[in-house]
């Protein structure tokens, strides 16, 4: 090996430590600032920063069962993440990632119940594919109605939001109910629960087996390059000859495939039945994470631990420095903040652009 | 109708024409079906009525709210925010100073901040317009929960104000005369906007930044300048239907009490087609959806699940926006930023 190549390997192996730090950088900082600001208002509330903070690292991730707390709060937001970094792909806002996940576990739940006498093997995928389904149907109406009358996605699937929570609760309180006076379905079979081994919880073992599938889909198929540059242009799309309006349809139903999944994953693996309420807030964590994982499939698998272990030690927090555990959820907004608004965090860092496919989400109501 | 059409075409295009005509059949219809209501029930449907004028007053400053910001170009999907955190603010400041003036006034000045927020984020820091409202959304919930304490209530409420003798007429006066405050500012409001927005010169230059920016910049019209005056202004507004909520309307705090009703608004402002008097009817037909909501539950109609009867404003809010999004046409330059080389 002559010295100039050994110069170029090493010239090499620098430059893709500086992509990587590039692309790295917006997101961590924008954590750090984050962190930083809820530092501050701790304080201003009359809190100790440090105490609350290192009682929530210690809720995270201080003990086996932490880890695994850690992991178990992470599942379903591996799932909304996907979901909404899968349609912001395709250039749609799916905010109705709570609504889809209410479906699918309650779907979940219900085929977890009512099925009797199916080994293990086959009722359990059963409940999931079925609550992942019901998901998939419910997003798949905003689509619809994106592609036939023009309604933009983002207030119908808010709106099928607040229509999934009213019809859960029915359910719930009404055929699906289970005896006794709490609404809340009964719990579901055994055979169709889904298993953690140690404190490894089987549900985020799937949740980055779907990861990797929805990357592959993406990047890896026709079809994704079809949603993809439906993303970008949805006007070239349609000269290339991509039927836009399928791929919108598609694309929701996808999405909405995810989320149902998180919900499927969360009543079958965590809570074992189907209650009203659980989970408020997961649809809108996945913006946030979708936009820190600059809308890759696989960079939503870090950045869900992150937001799971916030979750996972807030009670810890709470009970150990006194503080409120909704620092989390200001925590949580001030980071979309700061990975939205890049442009901040770049100048501190004096940092690049990184010439990435940017999400354009604002072309008006017209659809 | 006297052209009688042959072909499919041709009926469709009839049909268009006729959209008119239609709508103000349909108006007419739903004044005989409301007198009608009002002779067999008069308790009942002044109650109703009442009721609508006083759950469309949120949604349609929220409207006012987003058509003012869309018109000049800027997309708000965080009335939904500002609403909460206006609410939040207003009430907090009525519990500590037991002042309803002072805590209406902190409501819009909240609604203002996160106006001039949005207007910083969309067009200094060039973020997506959506993605800026959804920060401000998901900005208000938490800081509103972070900061909420629960088993506060106001100190008084805004109380209506009977207007004389105007009270007195049947059917209108319960309906139009006799309420609180901010429900009268609300109906002036409505009408002081759609006459600044088409008959002065700061309506015609907000609209002109809203569809041409670059023919409004030729002219001398600053146009982010302009962006960022109504994008704070028009937070007011949302600030003001947070203020009404705590308020005037409920009397107490609670975690994401504006319901959906910001969203609710740019249906509504969709359906109004951008205009303050089209909002105002549009938000009408939602607050009759949810007054009626409460009186199904009085009249023990039962029959009807009550979770079937809440999706209801939900269902139409869908309805409408599906059957008229086409056919209303949004500002030019909305979402887009604006770049004065």
């Not at chain 2, 609670?254 to 402002?269: H, I, K, P, S, Y």
Request: proline share 4%; net charge positive.
């Amino acid at each position: 090996m002559t010295t100039e190549e050994k110069s170029d390997s090493s010239g090499r192996a620098i430059q893709i430590l500086q992509r990587i730090w590039r692309s790295l950088s917006v997101p961590l900082f924008s954590v750090f600032l984050a962190a930083l600001i809820g530092a501050i208002i701790l304080w201003l509330s009359g809190a100790n920063p440090l105490g609350a903070y290192w009682a929530l690292l210690q809720g995270a991730l201080g003990s086996p069962e932490a880890v695994g707390r850690t992991l178990e709060k992470a599942t379903p937001l591996v799932f909304s993440g996907l979901a909404v970094a899968f349609a912001f792909k395709a250039g749609l806002f799916n905010i109705g990632g709570q609504g889809q996940l209410l479906i699918g576990g309650i779907v979940a739940a219900y085929l977890g119940f009512a099925i009797d006498g199916l080994p293990f093997i086959i009722h359990m995928p059963l409940a999931l594919l079925g609550g992942s389904l019901a998901g998939a149907l419910w997003a798949a109406i905003a689509g619809a109605l994106k592609t036939y009358t023009g309604a933009h996605e983002v207030i119908t699937t808010i709106m099928l939001n607040y229509i999934a929570i009213n019809l859960t609760d029915f359910l719930a309180n009404g055929p699906w109910k289970d005896t006794g006076i709490i609404a809340r379905t009964p719990k579901v079979l055994d055979t169709a629960v889904i298993p953690s081994w140690g404190f490894i919880p089987l549900g985020f073992l799937i949740a980055v087996l779907m990861a990797v599938l929805t990357y592959y889909l993406l990047f890896k198929t026709t079809w994704g390059y079809a949603i993809r540059t439906t993303g970008l242009n949805a006007e070239a799309a349609k000269y290339a000859g991509i039927k836009v309006g399928r791929v919108i349809i598609l694309t929701m139903a996808f999405s909405g495939f995810l989320a149902g999944m998180g919900g499927s994953v969360e009543t079958l693996g965590v809570i074992g039945r189907y209650q009203p309420g659980f989970n408020v807030g997961l649809g809108f964590d996945g913006i946030t994470i979708a936009l820190l994982a600059k809308t890759n499939p696989l960079g939503v698998i870090p950045a869900a631990l992150l937001l799971g272990a916030m979750d996972a030690g807030g009670s810890q927090m709470q009970f150990d420095a006194g503080v409120r555990f909704q620092i989390i959820d200001v925590i949580k907004a001030l980071i979309l903040f700061f990975v939205s608004a890049d442009v901040i965090v770049r100048k501190i860092l004096g940092a690049r652009a990184v010439d990435e496919e940017k999400v354009t989400l604002s072309t008006g109501w017209g659809g | 109708m006297a052209t009688t059409t042959t072909t499919g075409a041709t009926a469709k295009q009839g049909l268009k024409l006729d959209a008119g005509l239609v709508g103000r059949v349909a108006i007419i219809l739903v004044a005989i079906a409301a007198l009608a209501y009002y002779f067999i029930q008069p308790q009942q449907a002044t109650a109703v009525y009442a009721s609508t004028l006083r759950q469309s007053t949120p949604i349609v400053l929220g409207a006012l709210c987003g058509l003012i910001g869309e018109r000049t170009g800027i997309i708000n999907i965080g009335i939904e925010g500002q609403m909460l955190l206006g609410a939040f603010i207003a009430f907090m400041v009525n519990v500590y100073t037991g002042n309803l003036i002072l805590a209406a006034l902190a409501g819009v000045l909240t609604g203002a901040l996160l106006g001039l927020f949005l207007a910083w984020m969309s067009i200094t820091l060039k973020m997506d317009q959506i993605i800026g409202g959804t920060v401000i959304n998901i900005l208000a919930l938490g800081l509103t929960s972070f900061f909420y304490v629960a088993g506060l209530t106001t100190k008084g409420k805004i109380q209506p104000i009977p207007l004389g003798p105007l009270a007195d007429i049947p059917l209108l006066g319960p309906i139009f005369f006799n309420n609180a405050p901010i429900t009268y500012l609300t109906i002036i409001l409505v009408f002081f906007f759609q006459f600044a927005l088409f008959r002065t010169v700061w309506g015609l230059r907000s609209r002109a930044v809203g569809e041409h920016p670059s023919a409004a910049d030729t002219v001398g019209i600053r146009v982010n300048v302009m962006r960022y005056m109504n994008t704070t202004l028009a937070g007011c507004l949302s600030g003001l239907a947070g203020a009404y909520l705590t308020l005037e309307a409920v009397g107490s705090f609670e975690r994401g009490m504006t319901n959906g009703r910001g969203f609710v608004a740019l249906a509504v402002m969709i359906f109004g087609k951008w205009t303050p008097l089209g909002s105002w009817g549009a938000a009408l037909l939602f607050g009759f959806a949810t007054a009626l909501q409460t009186q199904f539950q009085f009249l023990g109609l039962d029959f009807i699940p009550h979770q079937f009867v809440g999706m209801f404003p939900y269902v139409l809010t869908i309805v409408v926006l599906a059957g008229f999004v086409g056919r209303s046409r949004p500002p030019a330059a909305e979402g887009k930023v604006y770049d004065p080389e």
